[in-house]
């Protein structure tokens, strides 16, 4: 695994959740509904949900999704910082944490770190560079 993809497992993860919860909203907004229908006979032994009772059980399937994938965030970001902490150079830990852990643009971090987004493209890549050969080392 290169640098960049092992910095972007994090933000992958953190996208996941992101959509997760959107869909977790609006299932919670059919599930919470208070006008009922009738989608025709029931008959016994049928395995048909109603549209609630599904909005439901899909509801709490993502809950539990997200609570895994918030253990594989908090995981990630622990790995990713154990690897972090061995890079030398701190502007490029600075930039890497801004960019990967924080989700800032480069113009973004540009700005607040005050430099030229030239700048924070070269320091983006040594500290990239730098990841790569901690991981190197540790697979």
Sequence with gaps: MDAKE???EFTKI?????KNQIIIENL???????NTFSEGERVQGSRNLDPMGKAVLDYLDLEQENADLLNELTNAKCRI??????????????????RYILGM???????????SARNIYEVH???????????????
């Design 28 to 34: 919670k907004a059919v599930a919470t509904k208070t």
């Design 105 to 115: 643009k480069f113009e973004d971090i540009a700005e607040a770190k005050e430099q």
């Design 81 to 98: 910082f154990q690897v972090l902490k061995q890079v030398e150079n701190m502007n490029a830990v600075d930039v890497l944490t801004k």
């Design 125 to 139: 890549k040594k500290g990239l560079d730098a990841v790569q050969v901690i991981l190197n080392k540790i697979q």
């Design 6 to 8: 092992y910095l972007m």
């Design 14 to 18: 953190r996208n996941q959740i992101e």
